[in-house]
DNA sequence: CTGTATCCGTATAGATACTG
DNA sequence: CAGTATCTATACGGATACAG
């Protein structure tokens, strides 16, 4: 239906889709982006483009096969596109598409959940553990 | 500092914590978030107190153990509570907490996120595939 | 610089059986 | 009903070596 708008759409996607469901294929996108790896960088790409190399220090401790799967994943996913300049040594800019920018922020919500709840959370920790 | 305002510590902590750096606490809090039966465990108790059975139901697929050890992460991290009544057989409820409260939000993003965009995402996955 | 390929240990997750 | 315990398969992720 080409009348529809986007909200119509996503709305109706919202009834056919749900994650609650095992076999719902948003079961396995749902599972796709609860990645920490995922998180950071769309967290860092929200800031703008960024090349491989700057990805790769921003996410401290990532390996680069799991930076280059991941990067891979998003951008087959429609999430982030890879833009190559052909020069010597190549260079590639990851940024983020449309579609990539609608998660962003909920990944720097994410992000920064973690951040700011990081006291509490091992306050909890330390008394559920002091308990047992 | 017993003055500060709770945003005031959030604020804080927000400088102290940055889960982009690879052995700050956040970043393995980050991690544990960062996960599919979390994400709909919390998203299920948004609605309000489960059962473990009823939990069990509406997460879909999730095996005994899974449930069982991403509602103990939850307790001990104190986003969820377990209320158990001593009845024959015992009933246990799980609930949010108010820091599991302010999770459960950006959760119900995140799986309404998944099943809004299922469609872009297939299409550019066809997209990405016929390309290659 | 931006990857690919391979090896390998570990953590994850399912299945199954059993318990208060 | 609400778990625990154990076994096993495999997928994940890190380390290393190599390449366009």
């Known amino acids: 239906m080409p009348t529809m708008t986007a909200e119509r759409r996503r709305a109706e996607a ?6 609650f469901m095992a076999d719902c294929p948003s079961r396995k996108l749902l599972d796709r982006i609860s990645d920490k790896w995922v998180a950071l960088a ?3 790409l929200a800031e703008g483009p960024h090349r491989y190399s700057e990805l790769s220090r921003r996410l401290a401790g990532v390996s680069q096969k799991m930076l ?5 994943t998003l951008e087959r ?3 982030v ?4 300049t052909p020069s010597v040594p190549v260079r590639v800019d990851y940024e983020l598409t449309e579609l990539g920018h609608s998660l962003q922020e909920t990944m720097l919500v994410l992000k920064g959940w973690a951040e700011a709840h990081m006291d509490e959370v091992e306050a909890a ?3 559920y ?3 047992s």
């Open 68 to 72: 280059t799967q991941t990067l891979r």
């Open 129 to 131: 553990d002091a308990a």
């Open 81 to 84: 596109s890879r833009v190559v």
């Open 77 to 79: 996913d429609g999430l």
């Open 14 to 19: 919202k009834r056919e889709y749900d994650a």
């Open 125 to 127: 920790r330390t008394a």
């Open 42 to 44: 769309l967290a860092s």
